[in-house]
């Protein structure tokens, strides 16, 4: 019965930093992957990055590698996404999600269908 909610999104020209964050409801998610996904006009909702129940590794779609940190609090039950050097392309709909199977520690989920909880998103635009 977790729920996530985003904030952080906003305004921010190309090559300039914004910080997202996801804060749950409940401590229980502690033993779940984190994802974050975002949804540009017209596209589908695409993996950005995934960070273990532990916060011991993380994984990132090659478009925002060396660009892009995820990390997680779980003493705050909060995870965020470190967004640096950003791109006109990154403008999108920013979504936390929590699942996987908990404790895991070999793989991280990279689709939809592998989350279970879904925060509503945040917005993000980039302008050039």
């Known amino acids: 019965q977790v729920q996530l909610v985003e904030s952080g999104g906003g305004l921010v020209q190309a090559g300039g930093s914004l910080r997202v964050s996801c804060a749950a409801s409940?401590?229980?998610?502690?033993?779940?992957?984190m994802g974050w996904f975002r949804q540009a006009p017209g596209k589908e909702r695409e993996f950005v990055a995934a960070?273990?129940?532990?916060?011991?590794?993380?994984y990132y779609v090659d478009s925002v590698k060396g660009r892009f940190t995820v990390s997680r609090d779980n003493i705050k039950n909060t995870v965020y996404l470190q967004m640096n050097s950003l791109k006109p392309e990154d403008t999108a709909v920013y979504y936390c999600?929590?699942?996987?199977?908990?404790?895991?520690?070999?793989?991280?989920?990279?689709?939809?269908?592998?989350?279970?909880?879904w925060g509503q998103g945040t917005q993000v635009t980039v302008s050039s």
């Open positions: 409940e401590r229980t998610f502690r033993r779940y992957a």
């Open positions: 960070i273990s129940w532990s916060g011991a590794t993380a």
């Open positions: 999600a929590a699942g996987g199977m908990p404790y895991n520690s070999s793989y991280l989920p990279t689709h939809t269908h592998e989350y279970d909880y």
